[in-house]
T-cell receptor, first 109, second 114 residues
Framework: GQNIDQPTEMTATEGAIVQINCTYQ??????LFWYQQHAGEAPTFLSY??LDGLEEKGRFSSFLSRSKGYSYLLLKELQMKDSASYLC??????????WGAGTKLIIKP | DADVTQTPRNRITKTGKRIMLECSQT?????MYWYRQDPGLGLRLIYY???????NKGEISDGYSVSRQAQAKFSLSLESAIPNQTALYFC?????????????FGEGSRLTVL
């Protein structure tokens, strides 16, 4: 079966750095996505990786290793507004998105 | 105004009632989707449509039906609601030729079935 694993919850301190991991087992691979979802709101797109390596976008970076079935989202200079759930999703060989359950990130002052 | 609009935002209903959730979009996208989100689970795809004449079942289509009335409108129906259909429902859109697959979500419709 297809599976996406990510930690259920993480806690970090304002101003610090946090890394949220995602491992996947899917039928084929056509890209990995990270979305941010604030409580009670819609998910919003953060990043897309299809090749191995690091993609940097401001305070957020996303890394992919296809051989290891692994990705991480790195958040730097954490702000209180970064408190949210972070959803990892993989597009399989049929271009269907398989979603992880999400990681709830709690930022403390 | 939101590019993807869902109505109603909240609904409480009883077992056996028929419910329709509506979605409209101004993004001009061909692809539209209905997902449900439950605590502790990933988003699960119910139905999707690549254009007005194209409707496809997703992972969990049983108990649901959809109608694509126009490019901009995609509605989800629960013919006879049951309590385990209590969930947060999201409509989403994406561009036809964009295989990066970025989804644009509506604000969600919270449905409670008693």
């Amino acid at each position: 079966g297809q599976n996406i694993d990510q930690p259920t919850e993480m806690t970090a301190t304002e101003g610090a750095i946090v890394q949220i991991n995602c491992t996947y087992q899917t039928s084929g691979f056509n890209g990995l996505f990270w979305y941010q979802q604030h409580a009670g709101e819609a998910p919003t797109f953060l990043s897309y990786n299809v090749l191995d390596g690091l993609e940097e976008k401001g305070r957020f970076s996303s890394f992919l290793s296809r051989s290891k079935g692994y990705s991480y989202l790195l958040l730097k200079e954490l702000q209180m507004k970064d408190s949210a759930s972070y959803l990892c999703a993989v597009m399989d060989s049929n271009y269907q998105l398989i979603w992880g359950a999400g990681t709830k990130l709690i930022i403390k002052p | 105004d939101a590019d993807v609009t869902q109505t109603p935002r909240n609904r409480i209903t009883k077992t056996g009632k028929r419910i329709m959730l509506e979605c409209s979009q101004t993004k001009g996208h061909d692809r539209m989707y209905w997902y449900r989100q439950d605590p502790g689970l990933g988003l699960r795809l119910i139905y999707y449509s690549f254009d007005v004449k194209d409707i496809n079942k997703g992972e969990i289509s049983d108990g649901y039906s959809v109608s694509r009335q126009a490019q901009a409108k995609f509605s989800l129906s629960l013919e006879s609601a049951i309590p385990n259909q209590t969930a947060l429902y999201f409509c989403a859109t994406s561009e036809q030729r964009d295989h990066t697959g970025e989804l644009f979500f509506g604000e969600g419709s919270r449905l409670t079935v008693l």
